[in-house]
């Protein structure tokens, strides 16, 4: 079947700008997660996603992130006013979150978010 | 709270080397342990697993040992290819949350020559 996909690949925006990331997980999995690989950061988790609400939120850097996920698919990430320092790519990863076990994340190609 | 160290590089071998990259963590509790492997122009795949404490994954030639009384998880291969050159992430899991968030290293650059 087919990946995780997300879009758009590629986002060029000016700084002070809002912007929307979007994530389409495999079917039927329950789980989704956001990260973010930057240069000085590494590959950070951000937010956690079983079903349509969100029992980890750790990873958000401010409260200029925010996330939401409908009918336990589609998920949406939003950075408002956006600084330099957002400049990354975003991952977005899904699961079948087995309870007892661990499940394997499968990983999108990412949006590559560039902040001018 | 939840580490994981791995070994810096550029890491750069003869194609047929043996291959070591080096990863320590640090965890509360009993983690599952991982390699992803990002081939250039592509997404994070998963290379291999390990849930417990002496479990071995294995993945295309690759091994890695869950060691808890080292806290290491140390990928090898015997021979590696050109088509092994990529990034090569070592992570961890933690279930606080009720779900799979992962931990990962900085990640080591492989390039394989000729």
């Known amino acids: 079947g087919a990946g995780v996909s997300q879009s758009p690949s590629n986002k060029v925006t000016e700084k002070g700008k809002d912007v929307e990331l979007r994530c389409d997980p495999i079917s039927g999995h329950t789980a989704l997660y956001w990260y973010r690989q930057s240069l000085g950061q590494g590959l950070e988790f951000l937010i956690y996603f079983q079903g349509n609400s969100a029992p980890d939120k750790s990873g958000l850097p401010s409260d200029r992130f925010s996330a939401e996920r409908t009918g336990g698919s589609v998920s949406t990430l939003t950075i408002q006013r956006t600084q330099q320092e957002d400049s990354a790519v975003y991952l977005c990863?899904?699961?079948?979150?087995?309870?007892?076990?661990?499940?394997?994340?499968?990983f999108g190609p990412g949006t590559r978010l560039t902040v001018l | 709270g939840n580490s994981v160290t791995q070994m810096e590089g550029p890491v750069t071998l003869s194609e047929e080397a043996f291959l070591t990259i080096n990863c320590t963590y640090t965890?509360?509790?009993?983690?599952?342990l991982f390699w992803y492997v990002q081939y250039p122009g592509e997404g994070l795949q998963l290379l291999l697993k390990a849930t417990k404490a002496d479990d071995k994954g294995s993945n295309k030639g690759f091994e890695a040992t869950y060691r808890k009384e080292t806290t290491s998880f140390h990928l090898e291969k015997g021979s590696v290819q050109v088509s092994d050159s990529a990034v090569y992430f070592c992570a961890l899991s933690d279930r606080a949350g009720g779900g799979n968030k992962l931990t990962f290293g900085t990640g080591t650059q492989l390039k394989v020559e000729l």
């Open positions: 965890a509360t509790g009993y983690p599952s």
């Open positions: 990863a899904s699961s079948l979150n087995v309870p007892l076990g661990t499940d394997t994340q499968y």
